[in-house]
């Protein structure tokens, strides 16, 4: 039993993972085509892409690489947790 739900856990923090990364359901929401940094790119200066502000934000800046490592540490942990689960 306890590898079920160590099995069930692992696909549940991969799923979490995949979300906040770039292409993710809530990750996509932050780039220049997502509602948030769509919205961001429509008011420009700073908030733009390239601006002060909004270049924060990309996979590159200090919040959004922050996150998008945190995305990818949650999701290979979950990968992790599955193969574990699932060992003869």
Do not use: C, S, W
């Amino acid at each position: 039993m306890y590898d079920k739900v160590k099995d069930k856990a692992g696909e549940v923090l991969e799923n979490v993972g995949q979300a906040f990364t770039e292409g993710g359901k809530v990750g996509k929401q932050f780039t220049e085509d997502g509602k948030a940094g769509g919205t961001a790119e429509e008011i420009g200066g700073p908030l733009d892409k390239h601006g002060k502000v909004g270049k924060q934000f990309t996979t590159d800046g200090a919040v959004g690489g922050r996150v998008e490592k945190a995305a990818e540490k949650t999701r290979e942990a979950g990968k992790d947790a599955q193969k574990e689960a699932n060992k003869p």
